[in-house]
C-alpha cells in the first residue's frame, strides 16, 4: 500500500485533529494515511475497495519500523473521521474504478464521492458506489484554490474533502 494516500488538510475548527486508539486486528497491513475500518470483531483493519463506511485514516502503520506486523490487539492509533475535519488526497477519479483524472471546479467541488482502492493506491472518486464524503476544493501543486480569481492558479492536482 501507498503511504500517506491521505492526509489532514486542516484542523477542525476550534479543536484538534482528533486522534484515539483501538485494537488491532490479525493480519492487518495498512499504512498511515490509509482508510481503515473496524471489522465484525471491533478491531482495526483495513478497508477494502468501495468501503460501506470508514472509523478513520491511520495515523501509524500496523508493522514496525523494522518492517514486522504488530500483534492482534496492539492498540494503533488513527484519526478520527469527523465530519469537521478537511483531507487531502491527489489521488482523483470519476468513473467508479480510480482510473486517474485532473480534478476542476466543475467536476469535483460540491460532489459526494466514495474512496476506490486501484492497485494500491487510496483514490477520491465521485463515481464510486460509496457516498462516504463531499468534495470542498481542489487545490493546485502551489497549494492554491482554483477557486480563487485573485490567484493564478495551475491546474488541479489534489482534492480537499471532509467526510459525511
Known amino acids: 500500500m501507498t503511504i500517506r494516500d491521505i492526509r489532514c488538510y486542516r484542523e477542525a475548527r476550534g479543536g484538534r485533529l482528533q486522534v484515539s486508539g483501538y485494537s488491532m486486528a490479525s493480519g492487518a497491513t495498512f499504512t498511515t494515511g490509509e482508510p481503515v475500518v473496524f471489522d465484525g470483531s471491533g478491531f482495526i483493519t483495513e478497508a477494502t475497495t468501495d468501503p460501506a463506511g470508514i ?13 514486522i506486523s504488530h500483534v492482534a ?72 484554490s482554483v477557486t480563487n480569481p485573485l490567484l493564478r492558479h495551475g491546474t488541479g492536482r489534489s482534492v480537499v474533502f471532509r467526510f459525511l
Open 73 to 144: 490487539g496492539t492498540i494503533i492509533s488513527i484519526h478520527e473521521a469527523l465530519q469537521n475535519q478537511l483531507w487531502v488526497c491527489d489521488n482523483f477519479a470519476t468513473d467508479g474504478i480510480g482510473t486517474a483524472a485532473t480534478p476542476t471546479q466543475a467536476n469535483a467541488i460540491g460532489r459526494t464521492a466514495g474512496l476506490v482502492l486501484r492497485g494500491a493506491i487510496w483514490v477520491v472518486d465521485t463515481g464510486a458506489g460509496n457516498a462516504l464524503l463531499r468534495i470542498d476544493d481542489v487545490i493546485d501543486a502551489n497549494g492554491w
Open 55 to 67: 472509523a478513520g485514516i491511520a495515523a501509524v502503520p500496523a508493522t514496525d519500523v523494522d518492517g
